[in-house]
Each structure stands twice: as structure tokens, then as C-alpha cells.
């Protein structure tokens, strides 16, 4: 190569290096989740939600524990007499005024309606933590979701940087050509066309980025979101267990939609219970000490009066007609947990769809970085034999435009098909209930510290 060629590429080189540079201090995917697991507004109301729920349910106990209570009262008696025929004299007025304070507990004894309550409010905390769950998964992905957004949008930006510099390259190449007159207009009219395309294509792919960023700033709560490239050489992690009836399997066990319903079941029969409770008896025991006084006397003397002393007794209500309300709420429960076990059944079919389809994606995601990471190669090869061929002259310069367009289009692919496996890691585990923050530790291990993206320039020859 003379060595006027190889000085007016040495531009070229270092635009493509700056083009792909690692940030100053990228940020891993796990830092930012923490970040979004404080700031999120989504996921900080689901907490708030949790919290209430807890506080409900707690109030379901209170059906079985004592209540006690303190009445205290002031009474002013008046009363006329009038004397009845054959008896003694002692007509006129009496007044007098009548003092109380009480105290009184009463304990359920049976009460099977009040036990059902408290049963539903400990399946209602189990229920509020399964809705907890999986708001976490869901920001798991969300968080996940916009920082390899930022990464696919860096490496786009990027990549049509490097190729707007290698169009302006054969442009320039054209130009020299077209001066010297051993190529036509044509080839420096469809270089300058492409370069146009290009330009924009840039001033897409820069608005792109900012968006993406702002997004991801908006989720954790941070300026300046700076997600960490991957590392080269790229290893992807597989599924494992490496068996989609595993994960269907585990998935009937754990997933929190799944625990939420059954728990709902639950729920529903023990409504049954509390509405079959409406022909059934209760006892309650009591316990009291009260205190009167009448300082004026009573009715019947006018000397004051003070009595006081404790009470003890058990007390049965027994229904026994409630115009068919118990009939037609026994009714009604039984068609509502009717329902609820339906809605168990579709919640399984449908986790068992999902996460089918969501390792069969993950596989599919697999096979097609494989096929793109040859395709590229193949891209590069193609490149360069259209180069070769174009200074020779068994090429013309729009092939060597178009095939610089494919090598280029091949590496935007195959970035965004590595970040979709990564992400198609996590939504596997999302799909069957499994997926904790923990699971993002595998993903930093693939990012780049310090070192080299994954997304590399082509070569320039």
C-alpha cells in the first residue's frame, strides 16, 4: 500500500476508535437497579400497596381477641307522682340525679365466622407479598430493558459513525478517481448520495441515544446514566437448566401469579365458610365491674345510694331467620370460588405458555447471534473483496457501498440480538417466577471492565 494511503486512513482509524470508547466510568447493570429500586415511582408504590395490604389483613384478627371497653355517664332523673286510689299519701316531685362508670370485656368463644376472616387475612399477607414480587420482577426488566436500549442506541450511534467515515473515505476515493479520469461522475455522485444517507441516518441515531438516556435517567433516578459496554470476546449465558419442561415445572411451583391465585382460592372457600357461618351459633364470654351512684337517693328513697361489683356470664346468639340472606350469600360464594378456581386454572396455562415461549425465544435469540457473528465475518470477506475488486476494476464503486452498508447493518444486528439473549435470560426467569435481583450478577460478569466493547470497528484496508 503506498504510503500516502496509509497516512490518509490513519483518520479514519481514530475516528472509528473514538467512535467506540468505553464511557469514563460506566455504571453496572446492578448498581442502576439499586439506584431504581429506591427511586422508582412504580415500585415504591407497590411497596406502599404491600404495606397497606399487611396493615389490612392484620385487622382481620381482632374478630378473635377481647374487646374492652370504658362507659362512664351522668343521668338526670325526674319523675311526678301521683297518688292511685287506696294509696298512701305521697303525692309531688322527685329529682335526683343518677351516676355510672363501667368497664367490660368480652372474649369470643365461637365465633366461626370471625375464625375465616382471620384465615383469609393470613392468606391476604401471603397474597399482598406475591403482588410485592412480582412488581420487583417487573422492575428487574424495566431497569434491564432500558439499559441495554442505551447500549443497542451507543453502538448504533457508533457504527454509523464508523460507516459515515468509511463512505467519506470511498468518496473522497471516488473524487480522486473521477479527477485522474479513470472513473466516471457516477461513482462519486452514488458516493455522496450514500454519505447523505448516512448523515442522517447519524442525526437518527444521536436523537435515539438522547432518548434512550433520558428514559433510563428518568427510571433510577439519576443524571447521566452510563451503562457499561460488554466485554470482548462476548460470552452469552445459556439457560439452565438447558430443559424447558424444567422451567415449566418450577415454574408451576414458585411463580407468585400462580401463588396468587391459589391463594385467591383459598380466600374464596373461606368466604364460603363465613357465609355458611350465618346459620351457626356464637359465644361470647363477658367480663365487667361497673359502679353506680345516685347521691340525691332513687325512686324510692331519698337516702344516697352508691352499688358497684363485677359481672361474669357467657352470652349465645343463635339466627334463626334472616329472610333467605344466608341462603342466597352461601350461594353466591360457592359461584365466586366457582371462579376464582377457574382463574387458577387459566393463570397456570398461562405462565406454562409463557415461559414455553419465553425460552424458546431465548434459544431462537441464541442461534441467531451464532448466525449474525457469521454472517459478519462473511460481511467483512465480502468487503473486502469488493474493495480488491474495485481497484482492480471488476467493481464498481456502488458495491463497495453496498457491501460496506451490510457489514455495518450486520454488526447493529448482531448488538442488538446479543443484548435481546441477555434480556431473554432475565424474562425466562420473569416468565416462571424465579428472577431475583441476583440474577443480574451474571450479566455484570459480560460487561466490560475497563477493557474493550463488544461492538468492534470494521477493518480498514
Given at each position: ?10 483518520p ?18 446492578l ?10 415511582a ?35 332523673n ?28 368480652t ?22 407479598q ?5 412488581a420487583?420482577?417487573d ?17 448504533t ?6 460507516q ?14 473521477f ?42 433516578g439519576r ?41 385467591g ?19 361470647d ?53 366457582e ?32 448466525a ?61 417466577g ?26 480498514t484496508?
Amino acid at each position: 500500500m503506498p504510503a500516502t494511503r496509509v497516512t490518509r486512513l490513519l483518520p479514519l482509524a481514530a475516528a472509528l476508535a473514538a467512535a467506540l470508547a468505553l464511557p469514563a466510568h460506566g455504571q453496572s447493570l446492578l448498581s442502576l437497579y439499586e439506584a431504581a429500586r429506591d427511586y422508582d415511582a412504580t415500585y415504591q408504590g407497590a411497596r406502599a400497596q404491600f404495606d397497606a395490604n399487611l396493615a389490612r389483613a392484620a385487622q382481620a384478627k381482632a374478630g378473635i381477641l377481647p374487646q374492652v371497653g370504658v362507659q362512664a355517664g351522668v343521668q338526670r332523673n325526674q319523675f311526678d307522682i301521683d297518688v292511685i286510689s287506696g294509696a298512701p299519701p305521697g303525692s309531688g316531685e322527685r329529682n335526683f340525679n343518677t351516676q355510672s362508670a363501667a368497664i367490660s370485656a368480652t372474649q369470643p368463644l365461637y365465633r366461626p365466622a370471625a375464625w375465616a376472616a382471620y384465615e383469609q387475612g393470613k392468606r391476604q399477607a401471603e397474597i399482598a407479598q406475591t403482588v410485592l414480587t412480582t412488581a420487583e420482577q417487573d422492575l428487574i426488566v424495566r431497569v434491564s430493558q432500558g439499559y441495554f436500549d442505551v447500549l443497542a442506541a451507543q453502538d448504533t450511534l457508533a457504527l454509523v459513525r464508523a460507516q459515515k467515515a468509511a463512505v467519506a473515505e470511498q468518496l473522497a476515493f471516488a473524487q480522486r478517481n473521477f479527477e485522474v479520469g479513470t472513473s466516471t461522475i457516477t461513482d462519486s455522485r452514488e458516493a455522496q448520495a450514500r454519505y447523505d444517507l448516512v448523515v442522517a441516518q447519524e442525526i437518527a441515531a444521536e436523537n435515539d441515544l438522547q432518548v434512550r438516556r433520558i428514559a433510563l435517567d428518568q427510571l433510577v433516578g439519576r443524571t447521566g446514566s452510563a451503562p457499561t459496554p460488554l466485554a470482548t470476546p462476548v460470552v452469552l449465558p445459556g439457560p439452565v437448566p438447558a430443559d424447558m419442561n424444567a422451567w415449566v415445572t418450577q415454574a408451576e411451583d414458585v411463580h407468585p401469579a400462580i401463588r396468587q391465585a391459589q391463594l385467591g382460592l383459598d380466600v374464596a372457600g373461606l368466604e364460603v365458610q363465613k357465609a355458611q357461618a350465618g346459620h351457626k351459633p356464637t359465644i361470647d364470654a363477658q367480663l365487667g365491674y361497673s359502679v353506680t351512684r345516685s347521691p340525691q337517693g332513687n325512686l324510692t328513697t331519698t337516702v344516697g345510694t352508691r352499688a358497684s361489683g363485677p359481672s361474669i356470664g357467657v352470652v349465645l346468639n343463635m339466627p334463626l331467620f334472616a329472610g333467605f340472606a344466608t341462603e342466597n350469600r352461601i350461594r353466591e360464594t360457592l359461584s365466586l370460588e366457582e371462579q376464582s378456581r377457574a382463574t387458577l386454572d387459566a393463570t397456570r396455562r398461562n405462565v406454562t405458555q409463557a415461559t414455553r415461549t419465553a425460552y424458546l425465544g431465548l434459544i431462537s435469540g441464541a442461534g441467531q447471534v451464532k448466525a449474525l457473528e457469521a454472517a459478519e465475518a462473511s460481511s467483512q470477506s465480502a468487503l473486502d473483496a469488493n474493495r480488491l475488486g474495485y481497484q482492480v476494476g471488476v467493481r464498481i464503486n456502488i458495491d463497495v457501498l453496498n457491501a460496506q452498508s451490510q457489514l455495518f447493518q450486520t454488526k447493529r444486528d448482531l448488538a442488538v440480538a446479543r443484548y435481546n439473549v441477555l434480556l431473554g435470560n432475565l424474562k425466562l426467569r420473569q416468565a416462571n417466577g424465579t428472577l431475583t435481583p441476583t440474577d443480574l450478577q451474571p450479566i455484570n460478569a459480560v460487561l466490560a471492565q475497563g477493557g474493550t466493547p463488544a461492538v468492534t470497528p470494521a477493518p480498514t484496508r
